[in-house]
């Protein structure tokens, strides 16, 4: 694992809120603003990016936690933008902290974790759980 960023970096992420983004329940769209599961893998992809830049060869990041504050919704055709920060490294999991944005409204804020481990052994762990 490459060691390349300190507390306070921070990496940027957009999209667009369509159609399909918002939560559907047997067949019904619940609300026209994006859904908590659409916020989620934008969120994971945003404070992901930190994880491609410090991969070594044989290695993969596996999501550790995901914690979500809604504070404002995000209708359908906005343009979200999702502020990730580097936090911290603990035993090779990256923790970084994320706010959610349209224009300057925030959105959602919280933390994520994803740990960087040799790709074997994760491949070892889900071979262990298939049996």
Not at 56 to 84: D, F, K
């Amino acid at each position: 694992m490459k060691e390349v960023f300190k507390k306070g970096d921070q990496k940027t992420y957009s999209f667009k809120v369509k159609a399909q983004d918002v939560a559907h329940f047997e067949q019904d769209a619940v609300h026209d603003v994006c859904a908590t599961f659409t916020l989620a893998r934008e969120i994971e992809w945003a404070t992901r990016l930190f994880v491609l830049d410090m991969l070594e060869e044989g290695e993969e990041g596996i999501g550790t936690h995901l914690n979500i504050e809604h504070l404002s919704p995000a209708l359908i055709g906005e343009e979200v933008e999702v502020e990730a920060e580097f936090y911290d490294i603990k035993n090779r999991e990256i923790i970084c902290n994320y706010v959610v944005k349209v224009g300057e409204r925030i959105v959602a804020k919280g933390t994520t974790g994803q740990k960087i481990l040799q790709k074997n052994k994760l491949a070892q762990l889900f071979d262990g759980l298939s049996k």
